[in-house]
């Protein structure tokens, strides 16, 4: 059974930065992509940044430039480093162990952590 816990969200003013972290357990972690997700309230969850567990990383464009996903494959974790926050940056951030290829982009599973709530405010 996978499972994946995140942590590291919190209240920062507009402009500040924060560092995310989910560890995963159950599964050959260096085998999987990694995604993070976000959720502001009464949306969709949208993925906006995935690690391949070939490294390589991609971005929504409106993170790119501001947020960085990284993975630490003998601590079983992925991180997302996000700077130049916004207030529109506010939702719950969730990770996701799922398959990455070129040809179709990143696809998750069903398996999601609780979630950690990033607020953006001042």
């Known amino acids: 059974q996978v499972q994946l816990v995140e942590s590291g969200g919190g209240l920062v003013q507009p402009g500040g930065s924060l560092r995310l972290s989910c560890a995963a357990s159950?599964?050959?972690?260096?085998?999987?992509?990694m995604g993070w997700y976000r959720q502001a309230p009464g949306k969709q969850r949208d993925l906006v940044a995935v690690?391949?567990?070939?490294?390589?990383?991609k971005y929504v464009d409106y993170v790119k430039g501001r947020f960085t996903i990284s993975r630490d494959n003998a601590k079983n974790s992925v991180y997302l480093q996000m700077n130049s926050l916004k207030p529109s940056d506010t939702a719950v951030y969730y990770c996701?162990?799922?398959?990455?290829?070129?040809?179709?982009?990143?696809?998750?599973?069903?398996?999601w952590g609780q979630g950690t709530q990033v607020t953006v405010s001042s």
């Open positions: 690690i391949a567990s070939s490294g390589i990383t």
């Open positions: 996701n162990q799922g398959i990455y290829s070129d040809s179709y982009g990143y696809r998750s599973s069903n398996y």
């Open positions: 159950g599964s050959i972690f260096r085998m999987y992509a």
